[in-house]
């Protein structure tokens, strides 16, 4: 894994991939300064009339849906069946699955529309996903991510995909492969935007790493050494976020396979 990683980031920095995001107001200026700090490029693009076109020029894709409306869903599945049409991977954020029944459908009607490479959530948003019964506290996660193996596994095969469940450790699935990643640290959790950024950083992995399974495994370990490495400059939620930006653009690929945790 250490050479993945080191080629990984490496790539990224090379490409400075086009990663397009329809996220949510929350999140849209943090999760866009994360990709431009860890060196991809960042647009966030969810106008009906241009999402086919942009789709088609990002190297990948992230649908987001912390905060959705109808037109907005409109336009994640037209540049979700445009990227697929393209073979441009898509990393969908299933933010706060389960929470209500409007979310819940929004969610298989995306999911009937085109095949993510890679789900990216918390614990309780795989769970509800998979069908067996996660609760969720808003966006917030009420499980643990290992509790949550079996629906990642049940999603993998369902929609031959990659499942990638953040929390403690976090663990990425496909079919019959697993990693572990035991790096980050519970500060990250008082950020709002950190499983976001996750999923839009997860996106330009998969831009430049062809195996959404090792992108995704990449994207994981990334997140948790800058948390690490964050809180060694600062201690309390505001000064961390800005303190995480840094880290992302401070990080090199030795330090990442350093400290890295993945098994």
């Known amino acids: 894994m250490n050479t993945t990683l080191e080629h990984d980031l490496n790539a990224l920095r090379a490409v400075a991939p086009l990663v397009h995001n329809i996220t949510n107001y929350v999140v849209m200026n943090y999760s866009a300064n994360a990709l431009l700090a860890v060196g991809a490029s960042p647009v966030m693009a969810h106008a009906i009339e241009e999402v086919e076109e942009m789709a088609g020029i990002a190297g990948a894709l992230v649908i987001n849906i912390g905060t959705l409306s109808a037109p907005w869903v409109q336009a994640m599945k037209l540049a979700m069946k445009k990227a697929a049409d393209l073979g441009k991977?898509?990393?969908?954020?299933?933010?706060?699955?389960?929470?209500?029944?409007?979310?819940?459908?929004v969610l298989a009607e995306l999911l009937e529309t085109a095949p993510p490479a890679v789900i990216r959530g918390n614990a309780s948003e795989i769970l509800a996903l998979a069908g067996l019964g996660g609760q969720t506290k808003g966006v917030d996660s009420t499980a643990s991510s290992m509790s949550s193996l079996d629906a990642a596994?049940?999603?993998?095969?369902r929609f031959g995909c990659v499942v990638s469940v953040s929390g403690a450790i976090d663990v990425i699935v496909q079919k019959d492969r697993v990693s572990y990643v035991e790096n980050g640290h519970p500060l990250m959790t008082k950020v709002t935007g950190m499983g976001c950024s996750a999923s839009a950083i997860a996106g330009a992995f998969c831009a430049v790493q062809p195996d959404s399974f090792l992108a995704a495994a990449t994207?994981?370990?990334?997140?948790?050494?800058?948390?690490?490495l964050a809180f060694s400059k600062a201690t309390a939620p505001g000064s961390f976020q800005i303190a995480f930006l840094d880290a992302l653009f401070e990080l090199t690929s030795e330090k990442l396979v350093e400290l890295a945790r993945v098994r």
Do not use: F, K, W
């Open 153 to 157: 596994h049940a999603l993998s095969e």
């Open 219 to 228: 994207a994981a370990a990334t997140m948790g050494v800058c948390g690490q």
């Open 89 to 105: 991977p898509i990393v969908l954020d299933p933010v706060g699955a389960g929470a209500t029944h409007y979310r819940n459908t």
